[in-house]
């Protein structure tokens, strides 16, 4: 079998290495010139976690564990704790920062020379009678194979063919976030929190080596235009907030550092694909990251992707392989979409509670809806194999 992935970003590289530890022949191309590191940090949670793990990537050396998720008034006082730890000790596998250039160099080194074909756009995929397809490149070039993967991200080519669908709208929010060597205490911690208030979200998380991956999402409506100082527009934004970690990365941000990303939003469908192509990741889910799921999903398609086309039924009818993958990951990736679109964990409003013994409750409560939460947007936790 061989397979053809479109994409070179977390999920497209983490089903090239999983594809490859299972002796199945693959190649990915990608339109970009070099590896896209963009994107700053990501938030890996147990359920990426072990997906990596059973494709056969360890992270346990990269960036930071995160113990503690901590929801914050604007004056730094903390008014919830997630106690992330414990989540994952019931997992078994431990939630962390990390770069993402480092996650994307770690996937890449698992890849033998000559997988990663660089500047290759698609422009389009055709499908052929004898049950393979072709993905047509923008020099007129075409790569045939028994499976195409699209994970082309959120603008995916590969998607607007197949589904005929228009590109994903922009929501209401959209984010400004940076990967900074922070001077303050938190960045050797392990500790994560979310600043919230009238002006929007702060979100802080130690990523290893000094370094800190922090974001800030403001509501947003298309055709504003993207200033090239958000740094200054930030400081002005947030400029009534005392939090002082908030204030360390405002005074502390530099604009060349920060990038742009409006939230957009697909409808998951129950099925993605056609005949002998697929989707995965963002080309098939994209939603908010509220809940910094994206990459996670991502993750789980690549495990559960993997998987199905290891069945020993898989290379004599690759489609029906697809259509499981599918079929196993729509529900989790849905309520995932769902759950980041209502901006989730960021909009828990649980009470503070008075009476001695009690002041841990709403804690307690949240650990456990995260901890269940978890487990409904993961096949590899929970076991669903397709």
């Known amino acids: 079998m061989r397979v053809v992935v479109?994409?070179?970003?977390?999920?497209?590289?983490?089903?090239?290495?999983?594809?490859?530890?299972?002796?199945?022949?693959?190649?990915?191309?990608?339109?970009?010139?070099?590896?896209?590191?963009?994107?700053?940090?990501?938030?890996?949670?147990?359920?990426?976690?072990?997906?990596?793990?059973?494709?056969?990537?360890?992270?346990?050396?990269?960036?930071?564990?995160?113990?503690?998720?901590e929801r914050r008034d604007t004056k730094g006082r903390v008014t919830l704790g997630i106690d992330v730890a414990r989540i994952s000790e019931h997992f078994g596998f431990i939630a962390r920062t990390v770069p993402r250039r480092a996650l994307l160099d770690r996937l890449h080194h698992r890849l033998p020379e000559g997988v990663l074909h660089l500047d290759r756009e698609c422009v389009g995929v055709r499908l052929h009678?004898?049950?393979?397809?072709?993905?047509?490149?923008?020099?007129?070039?075409?790569?045939?194979?028994?499976?195409?993967?699209?994970?082309?991200?959120?603008?995916?080519?590969?998607?607007?063919?197949?589904?005929?669908?228009?590109?994903?709208?922009?929501?209401?929010?959209?984010?400004?976030?940076?990967?900074?060597?922070?001077?303050?205490?938190?960045?050797?911690?392990?500790?994560?929190?979310?600043?919230?208030?009238?002006?929007?979200?702060?979100?802080?998380?130690?990523a290893g080596n000094g370094l800190v991956q922090w974001w800030f999402d403001v509501r947003w409506r298309r055709g504003l235009p993207v200033t090239e100082e958000p740094a200054s527009v930030l400081r002005e934004l947030f400029a009534s907030w005392s939090d002082p970690d908030v204030r360390a990365v405002l005074e502390q941000a530099e604009s060349s550092e920060i990038n742009f990303f409006p939230h957009l939003n697909t409808r998951v469908r129950g099925s993605w694909g056609q005949d002998n192509t697929t989707l995965l990741g963002d080309a098939a889910h994209t939603f908010p990251p509220a809940t910094a799921q994206g990459a996670n999903q991502a993750l789980e398609d690549a495990w559960a992707l993997v998987t199905a086309l290891s069945d020993s039924g898989a290379r004599a009818d690759p489609a029906w392989a697809l259509r499981r993958y599918e079929e196993v990951r729509h529900r989790p990736a849905a309520v995932a979409s769902f759950t980041s679109s209502l901006n989730g964990v960021q909009r828990i409003r649980l009470p503070r509670l008075p009476i001695r013994g009690m002041r841990d409750l709403p804690g307690d409560t949240a650990t456990r809806w995260f901890g269940g939460y978890l487990s409904a947007v993961s096949n590899v936790l929970t076991g669903q194999r397709p």
């Open 6 to 69: 479109i994409g070179a970003g977390v999920g497209g590289l983490a089903l090239a290495a999983g594809l490859v530890e299972r002796g199945i022949e693959v190649e990915v191309h990608e339109r970009g010139q070099r590896l896209r590191t963009g994107g700053a940090g990501l938030g890996l949670y147990p359920n990426g976690v072990a997906a990596l793990s059973e494709l056969g990537v360890a992270v346990e050396d990269l960036g930071r564990p995160i113990d503690v998720l």
């Open 129 to 206: 009678a004898d049950g393979t397809s072709s993905v047509v490149f923008s020099d007129g070039t075409r790569s045939t194979g028994d499976v195409v993967v699209g994970a082309d991200g959120a603008g995916s080519v590969v998607r607007t063919q197949l589904l005929d669908e228009a590109p994903p709208e922009m929501g209401r929010w959209a984010s400004w976030q940076g990967l900074s060597t922070l001077d303050s205490p938190r960045a050797s911690g392990r500790v994560a929190s979310l600043t919230q208030g009238r002006q929007g979200t702060c979100g802080i998380m130690p």
